[in-house]
């Protein structure tokens, strides 16, 4: 069976060199601010793991890279840069960088591996590939769909849905599924549509870390009481039964849940479960 691996996350992946874009947090650049890179005549292995853009529809914008010769120290120089500016068929898109579709906008884009992914409207992305192997897309809001085409292991493709959830999918061929967010943070629910494949939703070790901490400290709090003589051993056991429940929760929540074609996987800020895709689904990738 083709697997996909999905997991909590909690850390923000934007690694390397970034820009800072609209909409997304560590400050706001103008439109005209660019990322410059040397070609150095041509030799442009930094591009070799591109996105390319393969359809538009409407207002799309994002970081695209342009490139222009310059005359420097009597040889002429090849300079790519990566500029904020409305995305055109044909473009090729610098990582860490948002993609944003606006209410009229969708787009279509390819990886290096060949893997398709097309943003629906109001959506908003960060994508990022780690040594041409491992790719991962951050939703912040909006919905994907993706027909994966990685068949080397230990290649990943994962989707993270803010800083919580993610699906990680190791080398697999012809997956197919939607992801959507619907609220913004810390109200996020996560949808996970799976059309083909098999996908294992697993949070991982850091998951419900804040939920963890508020355990403890109910149970810390308890035991003082006790021990001061605030409450009654008898309320003692009472608060025991009421956080060994919370701990229970917990556990629940840590444990690995399989999505079958067919059905979807839904994550709050809290849990996950999974629920038969609803059969009025709206398909909305297959009408572009």
């Not at 939607?178 to 494949?197: A, L, M, N, R």
Request: with cysteine; aromatic share 10%.
């Amino acid at each position: 069976m083709k697997n996909i691996m999905l997991s909590i996350s909690f850390f923000l992946f934007m690694q390397g060199i970034s820009l800072s874009m609209p909409g997304i947090p560590g400050g706001v650049v103008g439109s005209h601010d660019t990322l410059i890179l040397d070609g150095g005549n041509g030799n442009v292995n930094f591009r070799k793991c591109y996105v390319k853009v393969v359809k538009v529809k409407g207002n799309v914008l994002g970081a695209v890279w342009t490139k222009r010769t310059e005359e420097l120290c009597g040889e002429i120089d090849t300079i790519y840069e990566a500029k904020w500016q409305r995305v055109r068929e044909g473009d090729e898109l610098e990582y860490n960088q948002l993609l944003e579709t606006k209410a009229d906008g969708m787009v279509k884009i390819e990886l290096y591996d060949g893997t398709v992914l097309m943003l629906g409207n109001k959506t908003k992305v960060v994508m990022n590939y780690d040594f041409c192997t491992n790719f991962t897309i951050k939703v912040f809001l909006g919905r994907i769909w993706g027909k994966v085409k990685t068949v080397i292991f230990p290649a990943m493709h994962e989707v993270i849905c803010n800083d919580r959830y993610a699906c990680n999918q190791g080398g697999v061929r012809g997956t197919e599924y939607t992801y959507e967010v619907t609220e913004d943070p810390p109200d996020s629910v996560c949808i996970f549509k799976v059309y083909e494949g098999k996908v294992e939703m697993t949070p991982r070790q850091n998951a419900n870390l804040d939920e963890s901490d508020t355990a403890g400290n109910e149970l810390k709090k308890l035991t003082g009481d006790l021990m001061a003589g605030k409450i009654t051993s008898e309320e003692f056991e009472a608060g025991m039964e009421k956080y060994m429940q919370h701990l229970n929760e917990l556990k629940d929540a840590m444990k690995s849940l399989m999505v079958e074609p067919g059905y979807r996987g839904i994550s709050s800020r809290t849990k996950m479960w999974i629920e038969p895709i609803e059969q009025n689904d709206d398909r909305w990738w297959e009408n572009w």
